[in-house]
T-cell receptor
Framework: EAGVAQSPRYKIIEKRQSVAFWCNPI?????LYWYQQILGQGPKLLIQFQNNGVVDDSQLPKDRFSAERLKGVDSTLKIQPAKLEDSAVYLCASSLSTALEQYFGPGTRLTVT | DAKTTQPTSMDCAEGRAANLPCNHS???????VYWYRQIHSQGPQYIIH???NNETNEMASLIITEDRKSSTLILPHATLRDTAVYYC??????????????FGQGTELSVKP
């Protein structure tokens, strides 16, 4: 079975620019998550979708971050405008349901200069 | 904040058992113990989870104390490929209901030849 796909794998942008990340979850997985992982720390949940609805976005900095999951499959996470402190790995994960284990993609490493 | 305490780092000789401890003294009755690991430059990978009984799968064994305040993840025959950061997480995981995965700092396990 194919895993969670993410692109791009690496991105370098200047501060105040915008960036978008894409995630394709495992087929049939209703729940999709975006995490931010700053170097040396564990991943932190940004937003959780159940199908195409948002379940939890309490940790998402909504003044600059946005995410959508159209048609309940693929998802995009956008940052606009980026700040230096947004430099991190952005991980996408999916699960059959919120109760079951999550499968993570390889992540997108963002560097903001 | 993470509700678990783990040692920052551990070493293990290749071929020997790796025993990774975790304290979760404030665990609630409906919270499970989950273990994930993260190999360098990859997304976290689910290993095992349990409620109160000991569990074993093809990757590891999970031993939970009778009072559920601590647990140990056992990799029976560690290989160099088991070098990773291991995260112990407690979360609610009832029928069709799952709590957040809140990652702490984890234990950095180094398997040495």
């Amino acid at each position: 079975e194919a895993g969670v796909a993410q692109s791009p794998r690496y991105k370098i942008i200047e501060k105040r620019q915008s960036v978008a990340f894409w995630c394709n979850p495992i087929s049939g997985h209703a729940t999709l998550y975006w995490y931010q992982q700053i170097l040396g720390q564990g991943p932190k949940l940004l937003i959780q979708f159940q199908n195409n609805g948002v379940v939890d976005d309490s940790q998402l900095p909504k003044d600059r971050f946005s995410a959508e999951r159209l048609k309940g499959v693929d998802s995009t996470l956008k940052i606009q405008p980026a700040k230096l402190e947004d430099s991190a790995v952005y991980l996408c994960a999916s699960s059959l349901s919120t109760a079951l284990e999550q499968y993570f993609g390889p992540g997108t490493r963002l560097t903001v200069t | 904040d993470a509700k678990t305490t783990q040692p920052t780092s551990m070493d293990c000789a290749e071929g020997r058992a790796a025993n990774l401890p975790c304290n979760h003294s404030t665990i609630s009755g409906n919270e499970y113990v989950y273990w994930y690991r993260q190999i360098h430059s990859q997304g976290p990978q689910y290993i095992i989870h349990g409620l109160k009984n000991n569990e074993t799968n093809e990757m590891a064994s999970l031993i939970i104390t009778e009072d559920r305040k601590s647990s140990t993840l056992i990799l029976p025959h560690a290989t160099l490929r088991d070098t990773a950061v291991y995260y112990c997480i407690v979360r609610v995981a009832g029928y069709n209901q799952g709590g957040k995965l809140i990652f702490g700092q984890g234990t950095e396990l180094s398997v040495k030849p």
